[in-house]
Nanobody, 125 residues
Framework: QVQLVESGGGLVQAGGSLRLSCAAS????????MGWFRQAPGKEREFLAA????????IYADSVKGRFTTSRDIAKNTVYLQMNSLKPEDAAVYYC??????????????????WGQGTQVTVSS
């Protein structure tokens, strides 16, 4: 139904920045929600941020609020995660995901139905 292709991961020094991109195939529905998650080895998948396609409202996890920003480009069918002031503990595989709904933005992995392939973010100290 929808395919998500994410990119932009890499290696950065602590304090640096990266911008992740998640390109969605086809036209995005009005009730689409896009979420960002990360998973480090031995840890559960962690919610980071989410954005509604219609209107662009956002939510953030406390762990990244003020450092990470998610946004969308409607013309490109793409969402972004701008990550600033990166810390070594931010190192993980980062995933974008999509769900459909008219209510509040989802915060749990099992609320999302479609997932990108993941992109590695490494932060050196």
């Amino acid at each position: 139904q929808v395919q998500l292709v994410e990119s932009g991961g890499g290696l950065v020094q602590a304090g640096g920045s990266l911008r992740l991109s998640c390109a969605a195939s086809g036209r995005t529905s009005g009730n689409s929600q896009m979420g960002w998650f990360r998973q480090a080895p031995g840890k559960e998948r962690e919610f980071l941020a989410a954005i509604k396609w219609a209107g662009g409202s956002t939510i953030y996890a406390d762990s990244v609020k003020g450092r990470f920003t998610t946004s969308r480009d409607i013309a490109k069918n793409t969402v972004y995660l701008q990550m600033n002031s990166l810390k070594p503990e931010d190192a993980a595989v980062y995933y974008c995901a999509c769900r459909y709904g008219w209510g509040g933005l989802g915060r749990k992995p099992d609320e999302y139905d479609y997932w990108g392939q993941g992109t590695q973010v490494t932060v050196s100290s």
